[in-house]
């Protein structure tokens, strides 16, 4: 089998290109000019450089190969202009579409795996979401600019399977937990700051789907071998609280957790204060209203479907948050012994 893993130096992506890999496939990757690729610089793939909107790169990366894995999303939930999300989450994802259709391309793709979100399923507190829950109309002003940004693309990916023939299958990934962490994603800067000790509070009352990486990576490689065209699949371990992550990562970490914790409202406060900020000061900023939205709007997800057809069994997402709590001492420790040795 011959892969393709556009965005192979993210978070997901370079776990996807890992096993795929480990698995003895021909990998080929696709990344952005002068993109942190340490996730995979181990690995021997064939690399394309080249953003999504590089169509003379994109067929040649997609030309001849079986599976294509699409793991590029801009997640930065809390821009004040919501224009960048919408031209790399929607705009990007219908550029790759649109080369991935073309006869040469088409013939020889069995399948192109999309990396969604679980913000995609219409979860409403007091029950349980399936695949089936879907939000009907995409521009409600309820949702944030990021939600709508993801749920555009899924739907943009699952016409093309419809009216275009493209055997594509959405994969719904809830927040991913694990080692390799190069970018720091936001989630993960949570652990590094339970993992060092540096977090002088936890934000009470919230909950998020969450799953290890690894088999996050798993399911969408499952996906391409099992998933059925047109499907969406829903991939996540189970709900767990923002305090319990902190705690789990703090203890694989050997030290203390916090003991404050500030109840919602207050978070609610501290999320206006930071979008008045960003009002008054023209600036992004991380804790604002749009953000704790995207964390405080959870309901539990049912990912049966993804055990049924796909044969997916994901471990205890706890292993991967330990995983990450020693990801991040190990990287601590390891720039404190090049500095020591002046490597």
Not at 48 to 71: E, H, I, K, P, Q
Not at 265 to 289: C, F
Request: neutral net charge; hydrophobic residues 45%.
């Amino acid at each position: 089998m011959t892969s393709l893993v556009i965005g192979a130096n993210g978070y997901l992506g370079s776990h996807v290109t890992r096993l795929l890999v480990g698995d003895g496939q021909d990998v080929r990757v696709m990344v952005r000019d002068g993109a942190n690729t340490v996730g995979i610089d181990d690995l021997a793939v064939t690399r394309f450089v080249g953003d999504v909107f590089d169509d003379d790169v994109l067929r040649s990366a997609m030309t001849g190969v079986d599976d294509v894995y699409y793991c590029v999303v801009d997640t930065r939930g809390w821009l004040r202009d919501p224009a960048p999300l919408f031209r790399t989450n929607v705009e990007g994802t219908r550029n790759v579409l649109d080369v991935a259709v073309e006869p040469d391309i088409a013939v020889g793709l069995r399948r192109f795996v999309f990396t969604s979100s679980y913000a995609t399923v219409d979860r409403r507190r007091g029950r349980v979401a399936t695949e089936a829950d879907v939000i009907a109309d995409v521009d409600d002003r309820r949702l944030t600019a990021y939600v709508r940004s993801r749920v555009t693309a899924e739907n943009l990916v699952l016409r093309y399977a419809r009216d275009r023939g493209l055997p594509a299958v959405a994969m719904c990934v809830s927040t991913t937990y694990g080692a390799g962490d190069w970018g720091r994603t936001p989630h993960g800067a949570i652990i590094a700051g339970a993992a060092f000790g540096k977090l002088p509070f936890v934000m009470g009352g919230i909950e998020l789907e969450a799953v290890g990486v690894t088999d996050a990576a798993r399911a969408l490689i499952l996906a391409a071998e099992k998933g059925r065209v047109g499907e969406r699949y829903l991939i996540s371990d189970r709900m767990i609280s923002n305090a319990d992550v902190v705690r789990i990562a703090a203890d694989a970490a050997g030290v203390p957790a916090p003991t404050r914790s500030i109840p919602l409202p207050v978070s609610y406060a501290m999320a206006a204060l930071g979008s008045l900020k960003g009002r008054l000061t023209g600036t992004d900023q991380r804790l604002s209203i749009n953000s704790l939205r995207l964390m405080r709007a959870e309901a539990p997800v049912d990912c049966g479907k993804a055990a049924r057809e796909l044969g997916w069994q994901p471990t205890p997402v706890e292993t991967s948050i330990r995983e990450a709590a020693r990801f991040w001492v190990g990287l601590r420790e390891a720039k404190r012994a090049s500095r020591q040795t002046g490597a």
